[in-house]
């Protein structure tokens, strides 16, 4: 049994030697160590042993397991220690490069553009004035001189929840409870989210609008003319030019639809246009004595007037995007452009 340890010892010595990863090292233990190594099987025979040889035997067979132990143990450190060099050549940093900047992250591009109606009426003296999203019948219809049997209460146009309340359908409320609060003058503006039951190509169910309302006495449409046509340059250019349409709005009389010269092809024609040279951007007109009326304002004393456009809209005349719903996709590709 001596020279068979002694075997056992050159064996495995040998083998450590030849060993070229941590995997085949592993391996090579299981072989010596293992509960059917070759070593194990030696130390399970030393029982047949006589008692004579029985110290001698497992004196020399300890020696043998610590040194095989102990150059299993070194030849481990030194595989470990070769394989993190070779890890760090792999992973080397080249401190010489470029470095990478940062991805920053920016305002929404409906949000630049409420950002830039905000401050274009801001320097003519409106006021920004905010208001509830959920709103009673009251302020979202009544108050705004809007019947019980007009369109825009159905199911299909409007979010209604109970007790007579629902999800704003524009942000024209605010300027009820702004005439609830103060008397005039007034000039404000109502940034803000409303909600309808609406969904395709130019319309989503939450959408953001602009409303604006200026209450004084002896107020007129051609100042009202005014303050869009100054916006509107200012917001798409000095070459821009304006129209105003009759139109009906339940809440404004006389009342107008606001055309600019198309953004794409400056006036002159094309697809986006419908060749027509001409694109809707907002409503506008003088607010009905009806609406004074329901805020105990004297309708023989002040005047005024009201406007309201989608910002989903503006801002895809101004970023030139075909489709409203793109806006509310999270496609981080479109995003990043603006």
């Not at 001698?56 to 070194?74: C, M, P, Q, V, W």
């Not at 450190?77 to 940062?102: C, F, H, W, Y």
């Not at 139109?247 to 055309?259: G, K, R, V």
Request: with cysteine.
């Amino acid at each position: 049994m001596k020279e068979e340890l002694q075997a056992i010892q050159e064996e495995g010595l040998e083998a450590l030697r030849q060993v070229k990863d941590l995997k085949e090292l592993e391996s090579l233990r299981i072989d010596f160590f293992g509960r059917k190594g070759k070593l194990t099987d030696v130390m399970k025979g030393m029982g047949n042993l006589s008692q004579d040889q029985r110290p001698i035997i497992g004196k020399l067979a300890n020696e043998i397991r610590t040194a095989l132990t102990d150059a299993f143990d070194s030849t481990k450190n030194a595989l470990e220690s070769k394989q993190q060099e070779q890890q760090l050549m792999e992973e080397a940093i080249d401190v010489t490069l470029p470095g990478r900047k940062p991805a920053y992250g920016k305002a929404h591009p409906v949000m630049q553009t409420l950002d830039r109606i905000e401050d274009i009426f801001n320097q003519m003296g409106f006021q920004a004035v905010t208001g509830p999203e959920i709103e009673t019948e009251h302020y979202n219809f009544d108050a705004l001189n809007t019947p019980s049997d007009h369109p825009a209460r159905d199911l299909h146009d409007t979010f209604y929840l109970t007790d007579g309340h629902l999800l704003r359908t524009h942000t024209s409320p605010v300027q009820i409870r702004a005439m609830e609060k103060q008397k005039p003058p007034i000039r404000i503006i109502v940034p803000g989210k409303a909600y309808r039951v609406d969904y395709d190509v130019s319309h989503t169910p939450m959408f953001h609008q602009v409303e604006g309302l200026l209450v004084d006495r002896h107020v007129t449409f051609s100042e009202l003319k005014g303050v869009l046509v100054s916006f509107a340059k200012q917001m798409f250019g000095d070459q821009t030019k304006m129209r105003f349409r009759p139109h009906f709005f339940p809440f404004t009389e006389p009342s107008a639809e606001a055309d600019i010269s198309c953004t794409v092809c400056q006036g002159k024609g094309c697809r986006s246009c419908g060749h027509t040279g001409w694109i809707e951007i907002l409503g506008a007109g003088v607010v009905d004595p009806e609406v004074f009326r329901a805020v105990n304002y004297d309708p023989e004393e002040v005047t005024g007037f009201a406007f309201g456009m989608g910002v989903e809209r503006i801002a895809n005349l101004q970023f030139r995007i075909p489709d409203i719903r793109t806006f509310y996709e999270n496609d981080l590709r479109f995003l990043g452009q603006f």
